[in-house]
Each structure stands twice: as structure tokens, then as C-alpha cells.
């Protein structure tokens, strides 16, 4: 475990943490008014290997041999000039910070970071972190990377080693599809919509990137169900109907071993190393799609909850009078930022048949196709 120190002063600035996995929603931006959670579980903080924050250049302004060096390879709004590897952590994780009175970037119905680092040593008064709360953004304290040290500390837990694939399915920390978001100014209070997941439409936005290029500009199949409601209608339009299809399958841990025929594989990531599930045999050549491990735990291994409500009495023996899971008012829709922040960043996106996905995405956006 570490704990991140002033690197003015040496002050202790947060709790001690463990490392984990960026979270693919961390940068999302969901809805209007809605007020999103907290990003991080307690106890854990994730980097952000890429420049995230001012000051920003727009497109025009750089090179694209420069882009690609860093790893861009379409046009974007912006590149930001800032520092890499900024460090996100649960707020309640600070420790001996001011908020700056003069850094109120945002402010619709909270912080979003804009105007740089809101947060001060509290022994030194060097700026050393980012709080953000705004509406539609996922609460979280950003600690600046060239103003904070990590330093190991002694902990019980500091030897423990990450869980095995069998013991993260095992536990079963699925991530349910669908939530109610609480929204801000309501005459009577807080209202709650229940909607899709925001980390599902940010998982889906990321996967479907890579299904686009795994597809190499042919149609694609994936399983019924949720799957299929999540993938399917994007699918189907981004895609040409003519050319044979390309079948994605769910393969993983405690899941049978995917077909010799399967072109592409939609794998969890294991949430405290990033490392991405592979199979053994055959299957090891299909072009893996990656999903964050609780929405492809759902996914693999639904939970028990009827679409609408069962006829008759509960079986003898089971009592339970909760209702069935909610379902959203509209549609499945993929997260367009992190299609899009996931699709420039991958090298097949110069293929002009892909750059054409890029030019139409405000359309489809109109069409609420994302």
C-alpha cells in the first residue's frame, strides 16, 4: 500500500492506498444535471498514464506525427499539455487539504477542475490536487503528479497479492446494467431516474471501438440477450449487411472454452492488474474486446432477475418480496466520449472506412444512436 505526501513539505496528504485499474467511465461526462457517485472505492487510487487537464491545444495547433507519437491517430477537439500520470483517489481518501476559494472552475452545481488545482497543502499552501463534483462527472479528487511523492507504507495488507481469476468470479462483484441517477434541483428534493448504467454505456462505448476494428468492415454477431440489447443496434448500424459476419462470443473465467470458429472474444480485465483475460488452445488467435470485469461478469453470468414479473405464488420454501430489477425508459446507448476517446487512440482508426465512422458520429448522435 502507499500514501502520497507533499512533495513541498512532505506532508501526508491521503490515507493509505492500494493500486488499481483506471476506471474506463473516469473521464465520462453522463447526462445534464445528474449527479454521479463517487469514482474510486475507498482505499483505492488508479493513474492516468495520459495528460488529462489544462492547459489544452486544439487540433489545428498540432502536428500529427506528434499526435501519433502520443499515440492519437485521428483528429480530436483537444490534446491536453498537461502533466501524465495524475492520480485519482476517493475524496474521503484526502488527508490535510484546503480547498483554494479562487480555483472554483465549474460551478453549474459544483467543481470540475478547470481552472487547475483547487486543492492545497494545508502545512505549505502548495496546490496540490483537483476536486471534482460538478454535475454529470464522476466525483473524485485528482492529485497533481508533479506536486505529490508515493511512498510505500507497512500494512497489513501490504503483502497481499491480487485475486485470481477464479476468485474474482467467485466473489461476484457484478456492476447491475441499470441504476437510478439522482438529479439536481428538483422543487421537491432530488429526483431519481432509473437509467442505464453510466459504467455500462462508458464499457460499451470502449468495446465497441474494438469491435468496429475487430469487425475489418464486415458485420458482426454477438449473443442474445443482453449482449445482443447493448451491441446489437450499434452493430448493425455501423456496420455493411452484406459481407459475411464475424461472431463474438463471451469467453472467460468458469465460462465453457469459446468455439474454434469464434472471430472475436468479449474478455473481462482484471480490475487490480489491467491484465486482459486470454484463452488457451485454438481460441487464442480471436481478436479480444476488453470489458471492465463487474459489467462483463453480468454479462457472462446474469443475475436472476425475471424481465417482468412472475405469474403465480414464490416457490414453496423461498420467501422474498423485493420486485424485479427496473428497466430504463429508453434504448441501450454507448457512451459517445469513450467511443470516440478509445477509437483515435487505436492505430486501425486510419483505415478510411473507420475515419468514416468518426466524420458520422455527430449524426449518429442525432439519431440517438449513442
Known amino acids: 500500500m502507499f500514501v502520497f505526501v507533499c512533495a513541498g513539505c512532505g506532508a501526508r496528504l491521503t490515507a493509505p492506498l492500494s493500486q488499481v485499474v483506471l476506471p474506463v467511465h473516469a473521464h465520462q461526462?453522463?447526462?445534464n444535471g445528474l449527479q454521479l457517485p463517487v469514482l474510486m472505492e475507498?482505499?483505492?487510487?488508479?493513474?492516468?498514464?495520459?495528460?488529462?487537464?489544462?492547459?489544452?491545444?486544439?487540433?489545428?495547433?498540432i502536428d500529427p506525427e506528434e499526435a501519433a507519437a502520443r499515440g492519437?491517430?485521428?483528429?480530436?477537439h483537444a490534446l491536453s499539455d498537461g502533466a501524465p500520470g495524475a492520480i485519482v483517489i476517493?475524496?474521503?481518501?484526502?488527508?490535510?487539504?484546503?480547498?483554494?476559494?479562487?480555483?472554483?472552475?465549474?460551478?453549474?452545481?459544483?467543481?470540475?477542475?478547470?481552472?487547475?488545482?483547487n486543492m492545497?497543502?494545508?502545512?505549505?499552501?502548495?496546490?496540490?490536487?483537483?476536486?471534482?463534483?460538478?454535475?454529470?462527472?464522476?466525483?473524485?479528487?485528482?492529485?497533481?503528479?508533479?506536486?505529490?511523492?508515493r511512498l510505500p507504507v507497512d500494512h497489513a495488507d501490504a503483502d497481499a497479492v491480487p485475486l485470481s481469476w477464479a476468485e474474482l468470479t467467485a466473489e461476484g462483484k457484478g456492476t447491475p446494467p441499470f441504476e437510478p441517477i439522482a438529479g439536481w434541483g428538483a422543487r421537491r428534493g432530488v429526483d431519481h431516474w432509473w437509467l442505464w448504467s453510466p459504467q455500462w454505456e462508458a464499457a460499451a462505448g470502449r468495446a465497441l471501438a474494438h469491435l468496429l476494428v475487430a469487425s475489418e468492415g464486415r458485420p458482426v454477431t454477438v449473443p442474445d440477450g443482453l449482449a445482443g440489447e447493448v451491441f446489437r443496434r450499434a452493430l448493425d448500424a455501423l456496420l455493411p449487411a452484406g459481407p459475411p459476419a464475424r461472431r463474438a462470443v463471451l469467453a472467460g473465467p468458469g465460462r465453457p472454452a469459446p468455439d474454434a470458429d469464434a472471430d472475436i472474444l468479449?474478455?473481462?480485465?482484471?480490475?487490480?492488474?489491467?491484465?486482459?483475460?486470454?484463452?488457451?488452445?485454438?481460441?487464442?488467435?480471436?481478436?479480444?474486446?476488453?470489458?471492465?470485469f463487474g459489467v462483463w461478469l453480468w454479462l457472462a453470468f446474469p443475475e436472476p432477475?425475471?424481465?417482468?414479473?412472475?405469474?403465480?405464488?414464490?416457490?414453496?420454501?423461498?420467501?422474498?418480496?423485493?420486485?424485479?430489477?427496473?428497466?430504463?425508459?429508453?434504448?441501450?446507448?454507448?457512451?459517445?466520449?469513450?467511443?470516440?476517446?478509445?477509437?483515435?487512440?487505436?492505430?486501425?482508426?486510419?483505415?478510411?472506412?473507420?475515419?468514416?465512422?468518426?466524420?458520422?458520429l455527430t449524426r449518429d448522435l442525432r439519431a440517438r444512436l449513442f
Not at 93 to 106: F, M, S, Y
Not at 130 to 135: G, V
Open 29 to 31: 461526462k453522463y447526462g
Open 42 to 61: 475507498p482505499g483505492t487510487f488508479a493513474v492516468d498514464p495520459e495528460p488529462w487537464g489544462p492547459p489544452w491545444r486544439r487540433w489545428e495547433e
Open 72 to 76: 492519437v491517430y485521428a483528429p480530436v
Open 90 to 117: 476517493a475524496p474521503g481518501d484526502t488527508r490535510g487539504t484546503l480547498l483554494i476559494p479562487e480555483k472554483r472552475g465549474g460551478y453549474c452545481c459544483g467543481l470540475d477542475g478547470a481552472d487547475g488545482p
Open 120 to 149: 492545497a497543502c494545508e502545512a505549505c499552501g502548495l496546490p496540490v490536487a483537483s476536486r471534482i463534483d460538478d454535475c454529470s462527472l464522476w466525483q473524485a479528487v485528482w492529485l497533481s503528479p508533479n506536486a505529490v511523492w
Open 266 to 292: 468479449l474478455v473481462p480485465v482484471h480490475p487490480q492488474t489491467g491484465e486482459t483475460w486470454t484463452p488457451a488452445g485454438p481460441a487464442a488467435s480471436a481478436h479480444p474486446v476488453p470489458l471492465p
Open 305 to 360: 432477475y425475471p424481465p417482468v414479473p412472475a405469474s403465480g405464488g414464490m416457490p414453496e420454501g423461498v420467501l422474498r418480496d423485493d420486485p424485479p430489477m427496473r428497466r430504463p425508459f429508453r434504448p441501450f446507448r454507448a457512451d459517445p466520449g469513450t467511443f470516440h476517446h478509445t477509437l483515435v487512440r487505436l492505430p486501425a482508426v486510419r483505415s478510411p472506412w473507420l475515419r468514416e465512422v468518426l466524420d458520422r
